[in-house]
Nanobody, 124 residues
């Protein structure tokens, strides 16, 4: 079984930046594409970004296009999310998630392995 652990959340002012990192451990060969999913208070989980197994393809929700960048290092088993020009509406718990398939999926329900999440709070 694979375990995912996020780090890098925190409190930042609007317009600032944060870099989230996710480290996979255990049976990492069982996960392919990886994604970042977020959940704001009182809202459904929302797809943020995803990257395929090789890192050659990425996908972003419209809310993060041009501001967020997802990347991965398979040698280190890490998946990062660089977030720039943050807005108060980006406030949420951010989850790292993995799926067995190698290709990207923009649906939060496609991911079967989840980390515990890291809180991102953007003040206005």
């Amino acid at each position: 079984q694979v375990q995912l652990q996020e780090a890098g959340g925190g409190l930042v002012r609007a317009g600032g930046s944060l870099r989230l990192s996710c480290t996979a451990s255990g049976r990492t060969s069982s996960t392919g594409a990886m994604g970042w999913i977020r959940q704001a208070p009182g809202k459904e989980r929302e797809f943020v970004a995803a990257i395929n197994w090789t890192g050659s393809s990425t996908s972003y929700a419209d809310s993060g296009k041009g501001r967020f960048t997802i990347s991965r290092d398979n040698a280190r088993n890490t998946i990062d999310l660089e977030m720039n020009r943050l807005k108060p509406e980006d406030t949420a718990v951010y989850y790292c998630a993995g799926r067995a398939g190698l290709a990207i999926d923009n649906s939060a329900g496609a991911y079967g392995v989840w980390g515990q999440g890291t809180q991102v709070t953007v003040s206005s």
